[in-house]
Each structure stands twice: as C-alpha cells, then as structure tokens.
C-alpha cells in the first residue's frame, strides 16, 4: 500500500532551517524559524531552568502518569500568570486549565473540543496567520475561513476592514486571535482597539480562541495581557491556549496549556470532563518534566524573580535589534522606508521583500527567509547586522 503514497510536502519553515544547516557559508543568516537567540546567536537554556532542574532531579521520586489534565499546581500557576492572581477569573472559579504539549498542543485540544461540542461551528483566522493553524483546525474537521487583518502596503494593521468583518461573522462561530506578537506580521491591536474586538465579540456571541504563544516578549509579562483581559470581561466564555516554548525556552519539553473560560463554574467543570476525555484519546496524559520546571519556577520567589529578569532580556535584546536593524538599513543607504520594523513586538514582522528578493538573499548571500518575506528578528545580532543589511541593501538595488 506504501508504494502508491506521494509524499507530502516539507513543512516550509523547518525545511528552511534544514536548508540552513547544510549551507558551507560561514556567513549564513537564518531569520527563518522563531527560536530566540542570543547575542551570541545561541539558544542557551535560562539559568532559572537550570536550577529548577536542579531541584526536581535531587526530590523526584517517581515517573508515575501525571493526571490526563496535568497537577493542579501548575493549572493554578498558568492561570495566574495569564489573568493576575487576584482575577475574579481565578476567585469564581469559572476558568479550568489542562495542561497540553506546547502552545500547539492547545490548539489541537481546543480543536478536538470544538468539534465534539459544537460541531459546524467555523474557526475564523487572522490574514495572514501561523501557517499551522489552518492545518490543525482541518486535522479536526473544522471549516477554517479568514478575517483580514493587516495591511502589507503600508505595514500596520488594517483595524477598521477587520472590524467590519468581524461584525459579518455568524452567531457562535469561533474567533481566533494573537494576544500579543501577532505572527508573522508583528502588528499588534492597541488597548482601544482590543475594547472594540471585545464589543462586537459579544454582540455576535462569538467564541473567542486566544493564542498566546509570547507572553512577555511585547511589553511585559503583565502588560501583554491587556488584550486578553480586555476579551474575558465578567460572564463571558472564552479559550486560551498559551505556551511556554518562548517565554521558559522551553521549546522541545513541550509545555504548554488550554485554558477553559466558562460563564460558571459548574459549566467550568462539565467542560472539563470533556477536555479530559480529548486529551485521553489524544496522547493519554502530558510530559510532566516541563510543567514541573515551570511549576517550580513560578512559585518559588528567588527563581521567578530571576525568571522575570531572564524574559525582560530577551524581550529588550529583539527590541534593540529591531531598532538597530533599521538604523542600519538607514546606513547602507537602503531609501525603502523599514521604519515600521522599529515599531513592531515580538519576534518577527513583514519585511515587504518579494519573492524575488527573498530568494535572492539565499542565493546571493546566504540568509534565509520564509518566502512570505517575514522575518525573525530574533535571528538578528550585533555581529551579523552589518552583513544582513548589506545583502538586503544589494537585493533592493
Ligand atoms: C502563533 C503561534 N501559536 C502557537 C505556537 C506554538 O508553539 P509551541 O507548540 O512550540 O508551544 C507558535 C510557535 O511558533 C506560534 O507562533
């Protein structure tokens, strides 16, 4: 039966890096995939982790199964993290939270649960969004569509187009939104603009399916929360997949989790029972080495103070890039105006490159970009800089 199968197509972002790896050119820029790196191009582990670490290795005492929805210590510390400890959320209540490998774990939870509980309902995505969405909703059999969202000739958000689109959406349809560091484009929504989302969120009843993969890395732990507390006003049912892969570098412990927003707690918990009977047909029970990590590192003061100076680094390293990278630019001469690079968080935005461009840069010098022209600040660092802004100057010449 195998011999009549035609392979599938390589996921573009990683077959990018891939791609990287086996280039000889010792200058090589890879501003492809969204892994942090440091000054010195490294993705070192956080030194809270290292500690963490440290710990559950000297007093764990058993590999025994974790419960299907992961400890209710770290349940509690995700939602405290997510909300504010003192959220009416977390006194209520109304939210529950399962624990789900990674951010994209979450999603395919949310989606299994979307499903079984509310079948025909559409899952509506930003234009552009993470390319794996789509494909995790249609790995559930839900009806994806889009919204748009951002507009590339003059690299901001298109606000008052996806408003009136948002106002189009049928009743109970769910509603999927960046909370902070929209990817790939790096256009966020202000405060004010989140109050509206919020408005026409509950004019239309729809669901609203928070992805929160960068918690910290826009303006702050607590700050980029501003728009999911904007969207979980009082009574309001809400998801939230979050993700630890960033904010700990925790990429390859695969820890993240969903969070289960209901108008009760009664509600809460029925909804719940279903979440576990996804996560048990889905892998059965979580990895527990990540969340332990996590667990330990957010409720023990010394290692979350250091934590909280570890993620105010990394966010402050990409901002400095952003801006010098459009300094830089500004110093080879490049008369394209970058400056909105600048003005955008996380790690990646929309470059404007071309194809042709974008193609060129690998060809010519070897920097890697996904072909949609985003780019990934954090692949950028003051000894490469110099190197990158010259090829992109030569490519727009
Ligand atoms: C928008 C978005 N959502 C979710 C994820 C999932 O991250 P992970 O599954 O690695 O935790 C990512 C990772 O790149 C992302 O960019």
Known sequence: MFETFAAAPPDAILGLTEAFKKDPNPQKVNLGVGIYKDAQGKTPILQSVKRAEERILATETTKNYWPIDGTPEYAAAVQALLFGADHEIISSGRGVTVQAPGGTGALRVAADFIAKLMPGK??????????????????????????????????????????????????????????????????????????????????????????????????????????????????????????????????????????????????????????????????????????????????????????????????????????LFVETLNEKGVERDFSFIAQQAGMFSFSGLNPDQVKALRDKHAVYIVGSGRISVAGMTEDNMDYLCRAIADVLK
């Open 122 to 323: 559409t899952v509506w995505l930003s234009d552009p969004t993470w390319p794996n969405h789509p494909s995790i909703f249609r790995a559930a059999n839900l009806p994806v569509a889009v919204y748009p969202y951002f507009d590339a000739v003059n690299n901001r958000v298109n606000f008052s187009t996806m408003l009136v689109a948002l106002q189009q959406i049928p009743e109970g349809d769910v509603l999927l939104l960046h909370a902070c560091c929209h990817n790939p484009t790096g256009g966020d929504l202000t405060v004010a603009q989140w109050r509206q989302v919020s408005e026409v969120v509950a004019a239309r009843k729809l669901l609203p399916l928070m992805d929160y993969a960068y918690q910290g890395f826009a303006n702050g732990l607590r700050e980029d929360s501003a728009g999911l507390l904007e969207i979980c006003q009082p009574g309001r049912e809400v998801l939230v997949a979050s993700s630890f892969s960033k904010n700990f570098g925790l990429y390859n412990e695969r820890v993240g989790a969903l969070t289960l927003v209901a108008s009760s707690d009664a509600a809460a918990q029925v909804s719940l029972s279903h979440l576990k009977q996804v996560i048990r047909a889905n892998f059965s029970s979580p990895p527990a080495h990540g969340a332990a990590i996590v667990t330990t590192i957010l409720n023990d003061p010394e290692l979350r103070t250091l934590w909280e100076g570890e993620v105010t680094e990394m966010r402050e390293r990409i901002n400095n890039m952003r801006h």
